[in-house]
């Protein structure tokens, strides 16, 4: 092109000023120079705005449900020009600026421009390309530089230690999941078989070396493990950008960004679309509740408290040293909002599991008096948790039919698994911690000593169904000191493989879904941590072998059983049909569904043989024994009772003699002539 004019520098802030002649509005070239060198850039100041004022509006509402499409970094074509697009909210700086390789990471060369109405800060970059790492330099309300900000809607990020954003392309994989997605959206999860595997990414297995598996080597390995093991989903412990790996990715810096860890973001769309394609399910934790302190992050973004709480009582956690996101704030809750909406639309996650729910739910959580604040209403509940909690549900509910929400509610809040318009929270499930407390709590004791907890099994049933409820046995149960399943078994080695077995059989033909910490399918013998892989060689040795194809197995009875799922959520598929025998330690329920012939549960929580042991059952005929986690090929005794029992007499006093084996559960199925 034809030389217009020159400009020179006003002052040091980069203020450049000169006489340029052109006929019609174009975009400018200008060469520079200094004393690194000379360049050509392309005057970013001569496009236009890319926001317009509908989005202006929804945002300044909080009510605008597709923020990731207008914040963050977007490679566009505006205005004749391929370029990146740049926004990012910072209400309160007095500059904000996009810096990066592309620009010797010089604040003054590429300023944004402030949408005063909004606080968004915005700057369409030509000739930008994807790969490019960038952060925002801004400078606070007090005229002080912040340090450089990553982007809090990042798609894409450096692998740590270094904490740039990256701008990302558009997503390039063509999904082919359609068959899975349809099934789901029609379905009603709480009548559907639900198993859940929990996974650390980044230990379950690792390569020769000691480094991370991709998400390709992931998927050729974990995904036909899944399916060989009769799971139903796989849920990953966050795997959103965080800095730190011993936070197992549960204090999150990049919300909208998997992890670089693993590979770039296309590689996890790989991932699910391979799981939903084998029929496995993806579901990932989601940390809504706080943030990490570290200076790139969120914390003082914009040089004031934005993100979280000015006053500690409130914005400060004492118990993971984070900071606590401002739920009263509409622009919080919509940049919350809308990552839930994004993992569900941009990457096909089938469900959410809420992260420390109780944490968000009550204003005193950990905290002794005086340092919390109450609500306007002089309570403890934060009622602006509840409010972003029915929202965020709502939306994802009415936006994504098909994907659920789990809570990890540790506390008796009602109706955290029942609809908003109910007085609910919405979610669709909520995690059973009094099951997993109560039961490991009686199966740490000696047997001899277990008829004094009976209570511990029996009290559960009391409100199985005030909930949707899923039974974790998670990774929380196997870390700080606290040892592993088989560990917390009683007895010598043989009696805690076999408590082990007759306790997943338990809980298989309990009511509500099932998840289970990768490893625990095998009795992994060493605390999980995550600077390690698992310890797959156990595999190798019978007793190993015999927990997993246990699980295996009953993961393929609880799917292929009507009785023993689709009434899960509901009373009319339980009945007691032994509650009381606390001297033998014996319990045995009934499971029903109206789709298939009825389970009788039945476990042995001593090493005692019960011979001859009588078991009520609801019908006279032919009960086929379908699992014994005592028999020799699971590593047990190979007690039993041939496979087959007869059940006689007639009205409400039908019933079995049966071998109950020693520390055991058999489930029973009605054979239809």
């Known amino acids: ?37 000379d360049w050509w850039l392309t005057d970013p100041y001569s496009f236009g705005p890319v926001l317009g004022p509908m989005d202006d509006y929804y ?134 078989a639900i198993s859940i595997y929990e996974v650390h990414a980044g230990s379950w297995q690792r390569r020769d070396d000691g480094t991370f598996l991709s998400w390709d080597e992931l998927a ?35 919300l909208y960004a998997p992890t670089a860890r693993f590979g770039d973001p296309d590689g996890f769309a790989r991932f699910v679309d391979g799981a939903h394609r ?29 993100y979280e709480h000015a006053d500690p009582r409130q914005g400060f956690h004492p118990d993971w040293n984070t900071a606590i996101y401002n739920f009263g704030r509409r622009e919080v809750v919509s940049f919350l909002v809308n990552n839930a909406l994004f993992w569900a639309e941009k990457y096909h996650v089938d469900g959410l599991r809420v992260d420390a729910v109780a944490s968000m739910l009550y204003l005193d959580y950990s905290r002794k ?25 709502k939306e994802l509910y009415g936006h994504h039919p098909g994907v659920m929400t789990i809570a990890e509610e540790s506390t008796s809040w009602p109706k955290v698994s029942r609809p908003v318009h109910e007085g609910g929270l919405g979610f669709g499930f909520k995690w059973n911690m009094g099951f997993m407390h109560d039961t490991l709590e009686y199966l740490s004791k000696e047997p001899i000593f277990r008829k004094h907890h009976h209570n511990d099994i029996t009290f559960g049933l009391v409100y199985a169904f005030s909930e949707n409820f899923v039974l974790p046995l998670s990774h929380d149960e196997v870390v700080h000191g ?79 059983r009507p009785a023993l799922h689709a009434r899960d959520c509901e009373p009319e598929g339980f009945s007691w049909l032994i509650v009381d025998d606390r001297d033998n330690s014996v319990f045995a329920w009934l499971r029903n569904a109206p789709d298939g012939n009825p389970v009788a549960v039945i476990s042995n ?60 559960t058999i489930m029973l199925e009605f054979v239809t002539d």
Request: overall charge neutral; hydrophobic content about 40%; glycine content about 12%.
């Open 482 to 560: 606290k040892g592993t399943l088989l560990h917390k078994m009683a007895g010598d080695d043989w009696q805690k493989f076999a408590t082990l077995r007759a306790y997943y059989a338990f809980m298989w033909g309990y009511p509500g879904k099932k998840l289970l910490f990768m490893g625990q399918e095998f009795a992994q013998r060493r605390e999980w941590s995550e600077a390690r892989a698992l310890d797959w060689n156990l595999l190798e040795f019978a007793p190993h072998r015999g927990v997993w194809q246990t699980v295996r197995d009953l993961n393929y009875l609880y799917r292929s």
């Open 278 to 306: 084998a029929g496995i399910g993806v579901i990932l934790d989601w940390v809504p509740a706080h943030f990490p302190v570290d200076e790139h992050g969120l914390a003082q973004f914009d040089g004031t408290a934005l």
């Open 59 to 192: 945002m300044a509402e909080g009510s605008h449900l597709r923020l990731f499409d207008k914040l963050g970094a977007h490679i566009i074509d505006h205005e004749g020009a391929t370029g990146v697009h740049f926004a990012v909210w910072a209400p309160n700086a007095r500059r904000v600026s996009v810096v990066g390789a592309f620009n010797d990471w010089d604040g003054r060369r590429h300023t944004m421009r402030d949408r005063k109405d909004t606080g968004i800060w915005e700057l369409f970059i030509p000739d930008l390309a994807a790969g490019q790492p960038y952060k925002f330099e801004i400078i606070g309300p007090d005229g002080v530089r912040l340090p450089l900000k990553a982007d809090p809607f990042a798609f894409e990020s450096e692998l740590r230690p270094a904490t740039a954003s990256v701008t990302a392309p558009p997503m390039a994989h063509q999904w082919g999941d359609e068959a899975h997605r349809g099934y789901w959206r029609k379905a009603d999860p709480r009548r559907e």
């Open 1 to 37: 092109g034809k030389e217009a004019g020159e400009l020179s520098r006003r002052d040091d802030a980069g203020f450049f000023e000169g006489k340029v002649s052109i006929r019609k509005r174009q975009p400018l070239r200008y060469h520079a120079r200094n004393a690194g060198g």
């Open 220 to 254: 050729a390995r974990l995904i036909p493990y899944v399916v060989d093991t009769g799971f139903t989903h796989i849920e990953f412990l966050p795997i959103s950008e965080h800095p730190y790996d011993p936070s197992w990715g549960y204090q999150t810096t990049g």
């Open 369 to 393: 008096a005086g340092e919390w604040i109450p609500n306007e209403k002089g309570g403890r509940e934060n009622l602006h948790a509840v409010s972003f909690l029915q929202k965020m549900n």
């Open 605 to 664: 929580f001593t090493p005692v043989p019960r011979e001859n042991y009588r078991v009520p059952l609801p019908k006279a005929g032919k009960w086929r024994e379908i699992i014994n986690t005592d028999a020799a090929d699971y590593g047990g005794s190979g007690m039993g009772n041939g496979g087959m029992i007869e059940a006689s007499g007639e009205g409400g006093g039908v019933s079995a003699t049966m071998l109950l084996p020693p520390l055991s």
